[in-house]
């Protein structure tokens, strides 16, 4: 009997010593870091959403950007970075744009892209889907003005239609994809 207390307790103790979790060695804590393997230093970054794709060209918020093999072109979420084409993108994606700062003056803007990255973390994606649903009930002709808030919670940015001129302020809820719209005095 004095064995089996031992050999009892003994397991009780080793057990406890284990790695904890349950998790199998894997753990709970935060994903690795999204980082590109492109050096950004020096260079603007532009935050938005692509409202057109015509080529190798590539509509975000209101500056067209050339997209060429010089171009670092890649989606980034999970820790991972995965190379992408133009085939690849959607209207309404999320993207971050780093470009030299020279950016052609016409409506939309044009520049060249540096460094294309569509991220795919949590929040991107669900500013994506927030955005598409937009672009659903709202057509796509239209640009973006300037840079959009991304927030948590809500997307704001002012965007023009084309044929009509019209601009209009939007705030977007990212989780029930309703909005609120309303017209801006110039």
Avoid: W
Wanted: glycine share 10%.
């Amino acid at each position: 009997m004095k064995k089996f207390l031992i050999c009892a307790t003994a397991t009780l103790f080793l057990s406890a010593c284990g790695t904890g979790g349950g998790s199998g060695g894997q753990s709970d804590g935060p994903k690795a870091e999204d980082k590109l393997s492109a050096s950004v230093e020096g260079l603007e970054k532009v935050e938005g959403f692509i409202t057109d794709i015509d080529g190798d060209r590539v509509l975000v918020n209101d500056i067209f950007y050339t997209i060429d093999e010089e171009t670092h072109f890649v989606s980034v979420g999970d820790g991972e970075e995965r190379k992408l084409e133009i085939g690849d993108l959607e209207k309404g994606m999320r993207a971050d744009v780093y470009h030299t700062g020279m950016v052609a003056r016409s409506f939309p803007g044009q520049a060249h892209a540096s460094v294309f990255v569509v991220p795919k973390d949590g929040l991107s994606i669900s500013q994506t889907e927030a955005f598409q649903a937009f672009l659903e009930k709202e057509g796509n002709d239209f640009v973006l003005l300037g840079k959009p808030e991304l927030g948590e919670e809500t997307v704001k940015f002012d965007y023009t239609i084309v044929e009509s001129n019209e601009t209009y302020t939007v705030e977007l809820d990212v989780d029930s994809h309703e909005y609120t719209k309303e017209p801006k005095s110039e």
